[in-house]
């Protein structure tokens, strides 16, 4: 396979930095997709983010133009939900998330909870007794726990979360991402910040499910029926995107619509596999022969 002959089943877009940017939507992004579908091409969003459930992403999409449907939808938030779903259905599993992505992974899986719920369900909700928590995990360990952002995030939770770990539970990150920007310019602590302080605390190395890890992929091949050889990656994140599409062996297109600079684009070469660097989705319809 090579370019420009490769025609994808599936292509996999990154969400922001390629179909938006926070609440403004790219320039030929509505057209892309629109090629898509008209050439038979399916399409799927691909998002990092461990927070929003369909209806944000469908809000969003419908204010932008976007005709993209639930079933399009894949956040590393909703594939770990899938995830745990068929690998841990029956199991016991903790959550160190936002309550809106907690709540739809309760609805789903009867042994989940929150970490609010389940302190409330004990009668530790308003005290921080932390050799109580500890002996109730010891007395009924999880097995399995989940972090993602958590936006009332707390001492008490962290605690809560490094004690599950250290009782044996498996530990889960919805993604690797460190930080993510705000729009006033400073950093807030994402899924793998926050998983990164439970690791140094217990010595326990999580499991990533979102972007690049190989388990998204099996999602969204188990979701779509399509192998992901006939999958494309189009992202603005050398160590998400292209590095899924490198570890994973799909083909990828770099666009700079997005945090790429020219330099990443340059070191894109770097990396194994199909990839190339273009300016936005318009050069990469014309790349796709769209
Ligand atoms: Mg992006």
Not at 54 to 80: I, N, Q, T, W
Not at 109 to 114: C, D, E, L, N
């Amino acid at each position: 396979m090579s370019w420009p002959g490769f025609k994808p089943e599936l292509v996999l877009l990154d969400a922001d930095g390629v179909l938006w940017t926070g609440e403004h939507s790219i320039d030929g992004a509505r057209e892309f997709l629109h090629l898509l579908s008209r050439s038979g091409i399916q399409r799927a969003l691909i998002s990092n983010n461990s927070v929003y459930l369909h209806e944000h992403y469908l809000a969003r999409c419908e204010r932008m133009g976007y005709d993209l449907k639930p079933h399009e939808l894949f956040s590393a938030g909703l594939v770990s939900a899938a995830y745990l779903e068929h690998h841990h259905g029956s199991g016991r599993i903790l959550l160190h998330m936002s309550a809106e992505i907690a709540g739809y992974i309760e609805e789903r899986i009867p042994g989940a909870v929150s970490i609010d719920n389940w302190l409330d369900s004990l009668g530790l909700a308003d005290n921080h007794i932390h050799v109580q928590i500890v002996d109730a995990l010891k007395a009924d360990p999880f097995d399995a726990l989940l972090v993602g952002i958590d936006r009332l995030g707390s001492y008490r939770k962290i605690g809560v979360a490094s004690a599950a770990l250290s009782a044996g539970a498996k530990f889960y990150c919805c993604n690797a991402d460190y930080g993510f920007p705000t729009e006033a310019g400073t950093w807030l602590p994402d899924s793998g910040g926050i998983a990164d302080m439970l690791a140094r605390l217990t010595g326990v190395q999580p499991e990533i499910l979102g972007k690049p890890s190989v388990h998204l992929l099996d999602e969204i091949e188990a979701a779509t029926g399509v192998q992901r050889e006939r999958m494309l990656i189009i992202g603005d994140r050398l160590e998400t995107d292209m590095a899924m599409a490198s570890q994973h062996g799909l083909p990828g297109i770099l666009v700079l619509t997005g945090v790429a600079t020219v330099d990443d684009a340059i070191r894109l070469a770097e990396l194994e596999g199909n990839l190339i660097a273009v300016q936005d989705l318009r050069a990469a319809g014309e790349l796709l022969g769209l």
